[in-house]
T-cell receptor
Framework: AQSVTQPDIHITVSEGASLELRCNYSYGATPYLFWYVQSPGQGLQLLLKYFSGDTLVQGIKGFEAEFKRSQSSFNLRKPSVHWSDAAEYFCAVGPQGAQKLVFGQGTRLTINP | DGGITQSPKYLFRKEGQNVTLSCEQN?????MYWYRQDPGQGLRLIYY???????QKGDIAEGYSVSREKKESFPLTVTSAQKNPTAFYLC??????????????FGEGSRLTVL
């Protein structure tokens, strides 16, 4: 069965610092991978996705993620965070696009001024 | 503007009562989903529907029921059989297999509290 692990429940970084959120997945075939962001009390918004091709994908709001098959990882990065990036971030994996996604537990990001 | 509307945003219920959460979309999407969100557990799939008058159980369907009589609407009923119903419920939609852009569109959620 497919699964997603986000090892960090909560991360705090200073504004302007770089960010990396970890995501490891377990899936038997080539996965479809996603990162979503959720502001408090809101729904989720897609940041970026990986289906195939270039393993470094660019998303909205200056985020990028790298698919590493050998490590079963899809880590999210941003070179310089802004206070508005404070939110919860979810990694997800799906067998066929976004159909029946399996989500990780989420990582809550706090930004120090 | 196109989107997904969930109502009510907040709902309180006494134990033993059924409650129905509304989800309406005007995106003309075929597929609709209900997820439950609990702190530290991410999102878990309750039910999904890929076409009108058809739906399938997700990973945690026990104690819930749904209907899909219209393409735009996918209401979720939390029944008294659901042992721990207090949670944040999210509805989402997808164009469908043929138009799967890989982006689930989410509503803003409904927070249910059982007193």
């Amino acid at each position: 069965a497919q699964s997603v692990t986000q090892p960090d429940i909560h991360i705090t970084v200073s504004e302007g610092a770089s960010l990396e959120l970890r995501c490891n997945y377990s899936y038997g075939a080539t996965p479809y991978l996603f990162w979503y962001v959720q502001s408090p009390g809101q729904g989720l918004q897609l940041l970026l996705k990986y289906f195939s091709g270039d393993t470094l994908v660019q998303g909205i709001k200056g985020f990028e993620a790298e698919f590493k098959r050998s490590q079963s990882s899809f880590n999210l990065r941003k070179p310089s965070v802004h206070w508005s990036d404070a939110a919860e971030y979810f990694c997800a994996v799906g067998p066929q696009g976004a159909q029946k996604l399996v989500f990780g537990q989420g990582t809550r990001l706090t930004i120090n001024p | 503007d196109g989107g997904i509307t969930q109502s009510p945003k907040y709902l309180f219920r006494k134990e033993g009562q059924n409650v129905t959460l509304s989800c309406e979309q005007n995106l003309n999407h075929d597929a609709m989903y209900w997820y439950r969100q609990d702190p530290g557990q991410g999102l878990r799939l309750i039910y999904y529907s890929q076409i009108v008058n058809d739906f399938q159980k997700g990973d945690i369907a026990e104690g819930y029921s749904v209907s899909r009589e219209k393409k735009e609407s996918f209401p979720l009923t939390v029944t008294s059989a659901q042992k721990n119903p207090t949670a944040f419920y999210l509805c989402a939609s997808l164009p469908g297999l043929a138009g799967d852009t890989g982006e689930l569109f989410f509503g803003e959620g409904s927070r249910l509290t059982v007193l």
